[in-house]
């Protein structure tokens, strides 16, 4: 039998795909993650893909991130497809199944996302994304995801969403 280890026994606490946003979100929002103080959404929907969080850096830079608990290929393309209108895009798992996807490092230099871990004490940027051109494939849609957190802003409050109708909903 298998001894448990540390991370694995993280890796255990995420049975839905949504408990490990919801910790990933307290993160970002205490202000400790690699971004600093970052205005969040979730499950933003952009036509051809809902990115699972969509964070405003202090600097006004776009930073998207696809949330899974192990499969970290269908991450990585979901998360290059939020290349075309961000400034960095990120995979986030869990601390042991990050560790198992840094083996395809070459992968995510392909697509040009990075990947985060998450553990019981913070985030960490296990691959680095690099930093996107200013003028995005689709500068509508960043244009759109700019003006939404200028709406959060207007509104005091650093996490939103859109409700099915369109309506902002703050946390």
């Known amino acids: 039998m298998r001894q448990q280890t540390p991370a694995d026994s993280l890796d255990s606490l995420y049975s839905k795909e949504s408990d490990l946003v919801r910790d990933f ?7 400790g993650s690699p971004w600093g103080d970052v205005e969040t959404t979730t ?4 036509r051809t893909g809902i990115t699972d969080v969509l964070a405003r850096t202090a600097k006004g830079h776009l930073v998207a991130f ?3 608990l192990s499969d970290w290929r269908r991450a990585t393309h979901q998360a290059y497809r939020n290349t075309t209108f961000v400034k960095q895009a990120y995979v986030v798992m869990p601390a042991l199944a990050a560790e198992r ?3 395809h490092e070459s992968v995510f230099f392909r697509y040009g996302v990075g990947l ?9 940027i296990i691959i680095e994304a690099p930093e ?8 509508w849609m960043k244009q759109k995801a700019n003006l939404f957190f200028d709406e959060i802003t207007e509104h005091g409050t650093r996490i939103a969403q859109r409700n099915r109708s369109g309506d902002m909903q703050t946390a």
């Open 25 to 31: 979100l307290l993160f970002l929002q205490q202000g």
């Open 43 to 46: 499950e933003w929907d952009y």
């Open 66 to 68: 696809e949330a899974k």
């Open 101 to 103: 996807a840094r083996a």
């Open 116 to 124: 985060c871990s998450v553990q019981k004490n913070g985030v960490s």
């Open 132 to 139: 996107l051109d200013e003028d995005p494939i689709l500068p």
